[in-house]
């Protein structure tokens, strides 16, 4: 079945320590962006990319980076800069030329800072 | 200002009865594109539907509908004969600009969401 894959679920990371967020879409896709959602909140653009090896900043995106080498890939990294890391990350993705322009969610990654 | 304004925090339904969850927007567009997501405890976001800022038809999906007012800028969720799975957080988007016309206009912006709780 086509769809989005987020891992791990929960991450737990020390301070200091930069952590990895996978998200992988198998819709072929073209568009792909990293949400960040706090408690209580809706979510918030940290990156976004519309195609390979090109992305862009979103609202959020200071003390995170992110990669595009392939389609069906945008990892987020969460580095050490980021001072309160401790959300929920959302990714999602939208392709090119549909009816509508909908994002598709994956089912997230909860991260804590220990 | 906010773009997407959701006013109810939290909302009670009974059982089989329909509610509305509001949703106002603030663009200087005339294209846009208004989602409305639900956001289970699990914490996926699903799509529930989408209204255009030219469609002249109230979008319908199933059991839900948007009551889309584009001159008083409100895209309200309705959702008829509510059941006990519909318990959820609700969440209101906006995508401004024509779809895939450039740098930006992919991004969606939410809501606060409104957490709806159906009552058996």
């Known amino acids: 079945d086509g769809g989005i894959t987020q891992s791990p679920k929960y991450l737990f990371r020390k301070e200091g320590q930069n952590v990895t967020l996978s998200c992988e879409q198998n819709l072929n896709h073209d568009a792909m962006y990293w949400y960040r959602q706090d408690p209580g909140q809706g979510l918030r653009l940290i990156y976004y990319?519309?195609?390979?090896?090109?992305?862009q900043k979103g609202d959020i995106a200071e003390g995170y980076s992110v990669s595009r080498e392939k389609k069906e890939s945008f990892p987020l990294t969460v580095t050490s800069a980021q001072k309160n890391p401790t959300a929920f990350y959302l990714c999602?993705?939208?392709?090119?030329?549909?009816?509508?322009?909908?994002?598709?969610f994956g089912p997230g990654t909860r991260l804590t800072v220990l | 200002a906010q773009k997407i304004t959701q006013t109810q925090p939290g909302m009670f339904v009974q059982e089989k009865e329909a509610v509305t969850l509001d949703c106002t927007y603030d663009t200087s567009d005339q294209s846009y594109g208004l989602f409305w997501y639900k956001q289970p405890s699990s914490g996926e976001m699903i799509f529930l539907i989408y209204?255009?800022?030219?469609?002249?038809q109230n979008a319908t999906e199933g059991r839900y509908s948007l009551n889309f007012q584009k001159a008083r800028k409100s895209a309200n969720l309705v959702i008829s004969a509510s059941q006990l799975g519909d318990s959820a957080m609700y969440f209101c988007?906006?995508?401004?600009?024509?779809?895939?016309?450039?740098?930006?206009?992919?991004?969606?912006?939410f809501g606060k969401g409104t957490k709806l709780s159906v009552i058996p």
């Open positions: 990319s519309q195609i390979v090896n090109d992305f």
């Open positions: 999602a993705s939208t392709g090119r030329f549909q009816s509508t322009d909908t994002q598709y």
């Open positions: 209204q255009g800022s030219y469609d002249e």
């Open positions: 988007a906006m995508r401004e600009g024509l779809a895939y016309s450039g740098a930006g206009s992919y991004q969606l912006t």
